[in-house]
């Protein structure tokens, strides 16, 4: 069974930072490729990050670009987003989800349960 | 980026009714186009990907069609359990981007 565990969420001052982890298991984390999407109180889903199965590629929202790194440890299962520079819109559940692709396809099987960053003084 | 249109961004029906949600792209996205249905304090959940193909253990009275910039996600006859948010997502370009939803409530 496809496990994912996000964690490191918290309350946090305009400007500071925090990094989120996602623990996965269940499938061969350094085979898939892995994505953050987050969803701000009461609004609708916003994909922010996306790293290749090797890490070696990376992609970003505009909105989060050169604030936050996606990064991973295959040798622990391990999916991380680091957030620098945090602002008040960037308050949301964050969750870490594994993509399904195939040659014709590219959705979100599976989703972990979400972590809450609060930005505010 | 693409640009995802849901409407309507809330609809209120009754137990038995056949509901459709579309979605509209700004650009042609193929068939790269997922629904997902979110309850509160819950992670979504997939219920169609690639425009019409079920995901395994989604009840059949959910359903999608189209391709290029139109899209619906028909619901044959609500059950109490389906009163949620639902999304539309296309995947056929980065950055992915949803829809942003409709909330299905009960009449």
């Known amino acids: ?121 | 980026d693409i640009q995802m249109t849901q409407s309507p961004s809330s609809l209120s029906a009754s137990v038995g009714d056949r509901v459709t949600i579309t979605c509209r792209a700004s650009q042609s996205i193929s068939s790269y186009l997922n629904w997902y249905q979110q309850k509160p304090g819950k992670a979504p959940k997939l219920l169609i990907f690639a425009s019409s193909s079920l995901q395994s253990g989604v009840p059949s009275r959910f359903s999608g069609s189209g391709s290029g910039t139109d899209f619906t996600l028909t619901i044959s006859s609500l059950q109490p359990e389906d009163f949620a948010t639902y999304y539309c997502q296309q995947s056929y370009s980065t950055p992915s981007t949803f829809g942003q939803g409709t909330k299905l409530e009960i009449k």
């Open chain 1, 1 to 121: 069974e496809v496990q994912l565990l996000e964690s490191g969420g918290g309350l946090v001052q305009p400007g500071g930072s925090l990094r989120l982890s996602c623990a996965a298991s269940g499938f061969t984390f350094s085979s898939s490729a892995m994505s953050w999407v987050r969803q701000a109180p009461g609004k609708g889903l916003e994909w922010v990050s996306a790293i290749g199965g090797s890490g070696s590629s990376t992609y970003y929202a505009d909105s989060v670009k050169g604030r936050f790194t996606i990064s991973r440890d295959n040798s622990k299962n391990t999916l991380y987003l680091q957030m620098n520079s945090l602002r008040a819109e960037d308050t949301a559940v964050y969750y870490c989800a594994r993509p399904t692709v195939t040659t014709s396809a590219d959705y979100f099987h599976h989703w972990g349960q979400g972590t809450l960053v609060t930005v505010s003084s």
